[in-house]
């Protein structure tokens, strides 16, 4: 089973999909950390983000086994992260590491801006996080003075909604959701209101096709 999450900039589908995939059993990645890889990559070498070929060479070298580095998570790589993603052959470089992952045995929860729409159009559920913007920015200034950066709420709400714009109308992959896939309004949900959404989800697509 393959379920895809996507979303906008902190509207807690990565939240969810750790929680999907330790209760379903299934791996999950993060895709959004790829990209933030990339990025990561330029900014230390000093490199100008639209740098296309040094950004397809970063995304060739890409190391999973760094994906867990904390200095991907901030705001700064955030922002950097939707810049280098806007370019077509980043996004097909990082295509086939996307699906293999997802086609891994046992199954598998994907979470991004376009999982449903172009990594994994056939995934058996789709779900599309949304959640108000300031609720989303409010809840990322919260998360950014609990690693102990500075951060300024009404900046960061500035820097989601020029997110948001960029990741909505670029020419590839722009995120939206798919024409299969389930809204999930997280603006007044707690983490396990939230859970306990997605779950229910899931259930009614597996209700729906048979299988418990
Ligand atoms: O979900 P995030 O904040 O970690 O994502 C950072 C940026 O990466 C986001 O603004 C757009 C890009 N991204 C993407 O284009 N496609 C994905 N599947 C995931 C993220």
Redo the contacts with the bound molecule.
């Keep these: 089973m393959i379920i895809a999450i996507d979303g906008p900039?902190?509207s807690g589908?990565?939240t969810l999909g750790k929680r999907l995939a330790r209760h379903y059993g299934y791996r999950h990645l993060?895709?959004?950390?790829?990209?933030?890889a990339v990025a990561k990559s330029l900014m230390d070498a000093g490199a100008d983000l639209n740098d296309e070929m040094l950004a397809v060479s970063a995304a060739l070298e890409l190391d999973p086994e760094k994906f867990g580095n904390p200095a991907l998570k901030t705001q700064a790589v955030?922002a950097a992260?939707?810049v280098v993603?806007a370019i077509p052959q980043v996004r097909q470089v990082l295509l086939s590491f996307q699906r293999r992952f997802a086609e891994d045995p046992p199954g598998a929860v994907l979470d991004?801006?376009?999982?449903g729409t172009v990594?994994c159009p056939n995934a058996d559920v789709k779900i599309f996080v949304v959640a108000d913007a300031r609720v989303r920015a409010r809840r990322r200034t919260l998360e950014a003075k609990a690693r102990g950066e500075e951060a300024d709420e009404a900046a960061v709400l500035e820097d989601i909604l020029r997110?948001d714009e960029?990741?909505q109308n670029r020419a590839i992959?722009p995120l939206k959701p798919a024409a299969d896939a389930f809204l999930l309004d997280n603006s007044n949900l707690d983490i396990e209101g939230g859970v306990r959404a997605a779950i229910a989800i899931v259930e009614a697509v597996r209700a729906s096709r048979g299988s418990s």
């Design positions: 900039a902190a589908k990565g993060d895709t959004g950390v790829i990209y933030r955030g992260a939707s993603s991004g801006r376009d999982i990594i997110r960029r990741d992959a």
